[in-house]
């Protein structure tokens, strides 16, 4: 049987969450499947792994180092592992689910 992950489940997740941001579905391996949901600002810190994000809602600007690009649902985003990146100016809808991946210090 395969397990089903849905934004209902997910959103689920992130109000359960410690932080009521981010929420965890799946883990396999190195691989986490995730649900972000920040609310206002987006606070977060360079991560050990690569990263994907898959923007579910919402648009806003993504910064990845030096460079702020504009994002909109349906785009994915790949951080490599270490990068500084955060979603800023978002709207209140923005959510994207979160795949983290492969070693620690990325591919």
């Known amino acids: 049987m395969t397990d089903r992950y849905t934004v209902e489940k997910a959103l689920d997740l992130v109000a359960r969450s410690d932080d009521e941001a981010y929420g965890?579905?799946?883990?396999?391996?190195?691989?986490?499947?995730?649900?972000?949901k920040p609310d206002g600002i987006d606070p977060q810190q360079p991560h050990t792994q690569d990263e994907i994000y898959i923007v579910q809602s919402g648009s806003g600007l993504f910064v990845l180092g030096d460079e702020r690009k504009p994002f909109e649902a349906g785009e994915a985003l790949f951080v490599p592992a270490g990068a500084v990146h955060r979603f800023e100016d978002f709207t209140e809808d923005f959510s994207?689910?979160?795949?983290?991946?492969?070693?620690?210090?990325g591919e």
Not at 24 to 36: A, D, F, N, P, S
Not at 96 to 105: M, N
């Open 24 to 36: 965890v579905l799946l883990e396999h391996g190195t691989l986490e499947l995730g649900y972000y």
């Open 96 to 105: 994207t689910w979160v795949i983290f991946y492969g070693p620690d210090g």
